[in-house]
């Protein structure tokens, strides 16, 4: 880990949703190689392959459609096959069509908000269980700057990560109790598949990181620490969080 913290999570397992690409998949890798076993899910099974590979014996791939609420409950089960009950579990998955306003169809809608926030609270209200079984569990969601600012095209989006926020805030008072801290880590703009649309334009992603304190976009590596932190003991105290990972994007 280049910017993680020297935090053991070995005899943990987390489930990381979303992990075939992007942010996704740096969290399972950077929990494996913090001790973790770590079941990948996402569709795309290749991608997954490819991923387990990276890390033999520490990371899992199960392929799953998380578009489908009534597969939840199943998919909990399977999580627990390879190495046990998570008890950390990682929200990364998530879709923005860019719908502008006038544009925003039901479809869009729909999908959006049901893969971006309905999903995160059923998958974990299905892995709870155990982890206060457990009486020790770590639940991170992924915000975005969306979460707090309005951007062109993201309508149904940012209602979904401000939506998150709130859910953060609302799991964390259900569970925190049982000795469940959530938080949510909100990225800033980072190379991945969702944002390709941002650098595959080089002055708007030159504005972006013009935007933030530190004067550049966010590398891989920049969301390790905080990651590593939220997963860990080290969080005891902290929960019902969201914690911008921006560069200072939103602080200017």
């Excluded at 479809?107 to 908000?113: F, S």
């Excluded at 770590?138 to 979460?147: D, E, G, P």
């Excluded at 953060?168 to 980072?190: H, K, Q």
């Excluded at 390709?196 to 891989?220: H, K, L, S, W, Y």
Aim: hydrophobic share 45%.
């Amino acid at each position: 880990m280049a910017n993680g913290a020297q935090i053991d999570l070995t005899g943990h397992v987390a489930c990381v949703t979303g992990a075939s690409s992007g942010l996704g998949r740096r969290a399972a890798v950077v929990l494996a190689q913090a001790g973790a076993k770590v079941v990948a899910v996402a569709r795309r099974a290749e991608a997954l392959a490819s991923l387990a590979e990276e890390a033999p014996g520490s990371i899992a791939a199960l392929p799953w459609d998380l578009t489908d609420r009534s597969g939840l409950s199943e998919l909990a089960r399977e999580a627990a096959k390879p190495f046990g009950a998570p008890d950390i579990l990682v929200h990364a998955a998530g879709i923005n069509t860019r719908e502008i306003a006038d544009e925003v169809t039901p479809e869009g809608w729909d999908i959006t908000l049901n893969l971006n926030l309905a999903v995160p609270f059923f998958l974990s209200q299905h892995l709870v269980p155990a982890m206060k079984a457990k009486g020790w569990g770590r639940i991170v969601n992924f915000a975005s700057l969306q979460t707090h600012r309005a951007f062109p095209g993201g309508l149904s989006y940012g209602a979904s990560k401000g939506g998150v926020g709130q859910l953060t805030r609302a799991m964390a008072e259900a569970w925190s109790r049982d000795g469940i801290m959530v938080n949510a880590i909100g990225p800033g703009f980072f190379r991945t598949e969702l944002t390709a649309a941002v650098f595959n334009d080089p002055e708007r992603a030159a504005r972006n990181a013009a935007q933030t304190c530190i004067g550049r976009n966010g590398e891989p590596e920049d969301i390790d620490g905080p990651l590593v932190f939220f997963c860990s003991d080290a969080c005891g105290y902290v929960t019902g969080q969201v914690l911008m990972v921006d560069g200072g994007f939103t602080a200017k």
